[in-house]
Structures are given as C-alpha cells and as structure tokens.
C-alpha cells in the first residue's frame, strides 16, 4: 500500500501573540501565529535486498550529533495498535529516547493500521529544522547553509522556543500518512484530511508530553496563523495507549471522529487574524533568560482561588486580545498606516498582562522584559512588544514595520542591549506565515537526506 516514492511535509513554529493562559480554558482564545521557521520532514522508501524483510524505521536528525533513532514496530493482537521498540542503531551510540518522534510514530501506524491492515513497509525519515529553532552561539555554522549542522547533541542545543515538538509531531504525522496512505484516504492539500491531521497529531502530542495543553502550537502548525479555541480535554480521554487493548479502534475513532458527541470543537478561525500589508512580526530571542518552571500551575491556582476578580481580570484581558485581533484586521482591510490605535491595543494588554503576573506572583512580563519592550518600542518603526506565551525572561515578540532598516536598528539596538546580569538578546530571521502544514518537493531535500 505504500507509495513507492519519497514525500516531504513542513510545518510552521508558532507564537502565540496574546491569549497566553486564557486559551487553556475554552472560553476564551488565543491569538497565535505561525512563523516561516518549520520542520521538515523527509520520508523514503528503503529499498530491501530481495527474500530480506525488514520492519524498521530510521529516523535521523542530521543537523545534530547521534541523533539517529532506529524503531522495530509490530502490529499487536487485539487492535492494540502498533508497538514501537527503540533498537540500538550502532553499538557506539547509546539508546536516547526520543518521546515526541516515539509517540508520534506509534500514534500515526496505529491510525494507518487501523485503516489499512497489512504489511507497513519499511522507511527512512530524515528530520531537518529551519535554523532559527535553535541559538548558534558558539555553533560553527556556516551562514550561508539552508540547514545548519549545530555539532552538538539535540539535548544541549539551546532552543528559542518557536515550538519545535508540535511542529516535528504534525509535520511527522503529516509525512507518514501522506507515505503510507493512498492518495483517496489522505491528501494533506484537502481540509478533510487537515482536520484529521489536527486530531492526530494532537493526541500524540499530549501523549508526549504527559499532560493535555491548550493545543494552540499543533493547530497553527496544522492551520497557519489563526484565533484559536481549544478542543474539550475530554476527547481525549478515552484514546487509551498503545499496546492497550482497543487502542487502534479507539483512535480511530477519535481521529476521524465518529459516532455521537465524537466531534470535536475546535474553533479554528482564520479570517480573524491578518497582518497589514507593510508591519510584521518578528521575535526576539532572550539568551540565558529562562521560563519559570510552574508558572503555568501557579497562573491556574491563584485563578481558581481568586473567583470573581481572576474572572474579570481574564475577560478584559480576552477583550483587550481581541481588541488587537480585530484592529489588526482592520489596518489590514483598509490598508491605513496609522497605528496609533494598534499602539494602545498592545500597550492594554502589557497593563492586564503585568496585572496578572503581579497578582499570582508569576514573573509573567518581569521587569527586565518591561525595559526591553519599552526601549524597543521607542525606537523607529517599533509598533510595540508583548512576552508572548506563558511570558517569562526567556523571548519577547514585536510588532514592527516591514523595512529593512527597522529590523536594521532594532536588530542592534537588541544586540548591544544588557540584563542586569549576563544575558543578551538577539532578534531571529523569523516572520509571521499565514499557512500551515504543507507538502514540499521532495527533491529539494535529498542533498540532506542519506
Ligand atoms: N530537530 C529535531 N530533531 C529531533 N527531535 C526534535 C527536534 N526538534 C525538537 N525535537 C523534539 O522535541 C523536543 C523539544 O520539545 P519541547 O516541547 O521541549 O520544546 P519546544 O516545543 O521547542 O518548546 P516551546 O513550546 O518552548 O517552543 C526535543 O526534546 C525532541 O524530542
Ligand atoms: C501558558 C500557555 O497558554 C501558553 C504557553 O505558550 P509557550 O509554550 O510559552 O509558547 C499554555 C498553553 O496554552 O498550553
């Protein structure tokens, strides 16, 4: 059943732009855009000698030292799914999980099982990450390389939180299912298959990860840039794992929603978000700066301690988002260069956001990100700045616009910047992408692909 020829899929990172905290809750949203640094992932056939079967998948990070991961899998009795097993790739290299590529290879074969029994041929995999995933600081990377070679373990590679595992599961899913599906079954370029796509890699992430998220990363690296409103946790809840009785059965009908009260409630809209022709987004990434661990915990109990004055403080805070939102559409739609209004939609939501963090006691937009947005926005071109996501010391995102001698200047504005202690900033080549997940020539790819 399988396409005897390679395919490759990208996905975009994200960030998400306002919205952080209040989008774990389904009443409210988040503002989220996708960024042109993706994952790509290449999937190829392996060719067999005649007589030999093999069952493996390899799967390499090239960009990275012994990051290679090689997978017997077999289909277990009982619709159980498919079991991946972890084999040694060479005897120097000693076993390193890799949980997202794990999950997301047994979530993705249970589902084809699933829908295709038989024989899964097997296949290599070849991860490539656009630079900007990762700081070079004392990398020997060569600028110019599409794909640079960071020379360290993925573990010690210093990520700059563009969302690398959501994208690396949907963009890993997406290969695989475009792979082994024939083309009536699952076709990225069709919304129907998108939707699928979504609730897969979903579930394999919050596998993953060991806990359900609002989702938001995985959507707009299915989606593209959208106002985003969580699924119910609980579709999730009875997706089972794999190796456990039913589980092929019951993903399935999770992922292709079947059955009464199976769909699910998504809210993906598109047409909410825009960038006026002439600004753009673009991401600061703040080195040495680091997220506190628990601050989403934190955020959630003083909320469910502090009833009616936590309730009120998140609707302002979701009107003051999607005062951005719309305002941002409108500059877009009547293509008007005044941003004063856009300046005041930031500056609110910085005054909930710095609310919200003084009264849960979670350095949300601490003070050392206060200074930097507040410099930034003084300068030239400089719409405004808020800490997106959870917030915290480690990245902050601008709103500026799109010429070059504003990234110019900001870009060494940031760089001779200094924290109280040794921290430095840098601004990362990124921009906002309206598309998601997407299929790409193979082709372009094999110079990377062994
Ligand atoms: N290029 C890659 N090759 C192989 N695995 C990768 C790659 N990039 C990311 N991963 C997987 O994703 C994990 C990182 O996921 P994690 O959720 O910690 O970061 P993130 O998604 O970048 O975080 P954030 O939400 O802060 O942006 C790695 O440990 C690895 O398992
Ligand atoms: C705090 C939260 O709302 C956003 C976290 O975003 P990020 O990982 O900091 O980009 C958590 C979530 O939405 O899953």
Redesign the pocket.
């Known amino acids: 059943m399988t396409k005897s020829t390679s395919v490759a899929v990208s996905a975009p990172?994200?960030v998400l732009l306002a919205g952080g905290y209040l989008v774990l809750d389904r009443n409210y949203t988040g503002l989220v855009f996708g960024l042109d640094a993706r994952?790509h992932i290449h999937v190829t056939p392996v060719r067999t000698v005649p007589g030999v079967v093999l069952s493996e998948i390899v799967?390499r990070?090239p960009?990275?030292l012994d990051?290679i991961w090689e997978y017997g899998y077999r289909v277990c009795a009982g619709e159980a799914g498919v079991q991946v097993t972890e084999l040694r790739a060479d005897a120097d290299i000693s076993l390193k999980r890799?949980?997202?590529?794990e999950t997301a290879l047994s979530f993705a074969l249970s589902y084809i099982s699933s829908l295709a029994p038989g024989m899964l041929p097997s296949a290599s995999v070849t991860?490539?990450?656009d630079n900007d995933?990762y700081s070079t600081s004392g990398a020997n990377v060569l600028a110019a390389e599409r794909f640079h070679d960071f020379g360290v373990p993925?573990?010690e590679?210093n990520?700059?939180?563009?969302?690398?595992?959501?994208?690396?599961v949907t963009a890993f899913t997406a290969a695989l299912l475009q792979f082994y599906l024939p083309d009536d079954v699952f076709d990225i370029s069709q919304e129907s298959s998108k939707r699928k796509l979504h609730n897969l890699a979903q579930a394999a992430h919050c596998a993953?990860?060991g806990k359900v998220g609002s989702g938001f990363?995985v959507a707009s690296a299915v989606y593209g840039s959208c106002l985003y409103r969580r699924f119910s946790p609980s579709i999730l809840a009875s997706c089972g794992e794999p190796g456990k009785k039913g589980f092929a059965v019951k993903l399935r009908t999770v992922v292709d929603e079947i059955g009464k009260d199976a769909k699910w409630d998504t809210e993906i809209i598109k047409d909410a978000v825009k960038v006026p022709q002439g600004l753009r987004v673009v991401m600061c990434d703040v080195k040495g700066g680091s997220?506190t661990p628990g601050m989403v915990k934190t955020v959630l109990a003083w909320r469910s301690k502090h009833g009616e004055s936590a309730e009120a403080l998140w609707q302002n805070l979701q009107k003051a988002n999607t005062d951005l939102a719309k305002e941002l559409v409108q500059l877009a739609e009547a293509r008007s260069q005044d941003y004063n209004a856009l300046k005041e939609c930031i500056s609110n939501i910085r005054v909930l956001i710095r609310e919200m963090g003084e009264a849960s006691g979670v350095p949300i937009e601490p003070m050392e990100q206060t200074r930097l947005i507040d410099a930034c926005s003084k300068l030239p071109g400089v719409i405004g700045g808020v800490v997106p996501?959870a917030g915290g010391y480690?990245a902050v995102a601008l709103l500026i616009e799109d010429r070059p001698e504003v990234a110019e200047q900001l870009t060494t504005f940031v760089e001779s910047w200094r924290f109280g202690g040794q921290g430095r900033a840098s601004i990362l080549g990124v921009r906002q992408e309206m598309q998601g997940v997407r299929l790409e020539q193979e082709r372009d790819y094999r110079k990377w692909v062994i």
């Not at 890799?98 to 590529?101: A, D, K, L, V, Y």
């Not at 990520?159 to 690396?168: F, I, Y």
């Open positions: 990172g994200k994952i799967v990070s960009q990275f990051a890799n949980i997202f590529i991860i490539l990450a995933y993925l573990s590679a990520k700059t939180g563009l969302g690398s595992s959501a994208a690396l993953a990860q990363d997220q996501g480690d």
